[in-house]
Nanobody, 124 residues
Framework: QVQLVESGGGVVQPGGSLRLSCAAS????????MGWFRQAPGKEREFVAA????????DYADSVKGRFTISTDTAKNTVYLQMNSLKPEDTAVYYC?????????????????WGQGTQVTVSS
């Protein structure tokens, strides 16, 4: 059972930055991928960004392209989400997840394990 622990959420003003971290308790079977999703109140969980551990594939939702960057530290089994130029519409609970069995990285059902979520609030 892989455990994922997120950190780095908080309250930030529009235009500000935050970096989320997600540490995995152990190495998962490779090849695998890790992703970030978010869920705002009353909305479905949506894809934000994902990366294959081989780093051969990285992708972002259109709404965050150019503002968010996903990266990994393989030695620490950790994935990061650097979020810049934050907007009020980025406010949500952010979840990291890991999967290994799907060709897609874009849907919640592509992932096997989830973190507990961390709140990001963008407000003046």
């Amino acid at each position: 059972q892989v455990q994922l622990v997120e950190s780095g959420g908080g309250v930030v003003q529009p235009g500000g930055s935050l970096r989320l971290s997600c540490a995995a308790s152990e190495r998962t079977l490779r090849p695998y991928y890790m992703g970030w999703f978010r869920q705002a109140p009353g909305k479905e969980r949506e894809f934000v960004a994902a990366i294959r551990w081989s780093r051969a594939s990285v992708d972002y939702a259109d709404s965050v392209k150019g503002r968010f960057t996903i990266s990994t530290d393989t030695a620490k089994n950790t994935v990061y989400l650097q979020m810049n130029s934050l907007k009020p519409e980025d406010t949500a609970v952010y979840y990291c997840a890991v999967g290994s069995a799907s060709a897609s990285m874009y849907y919640p059902h592509d992932y096997d394990y989830w973190g507990q979520g961390t709140q990001v609030t963008v407000s003046s």
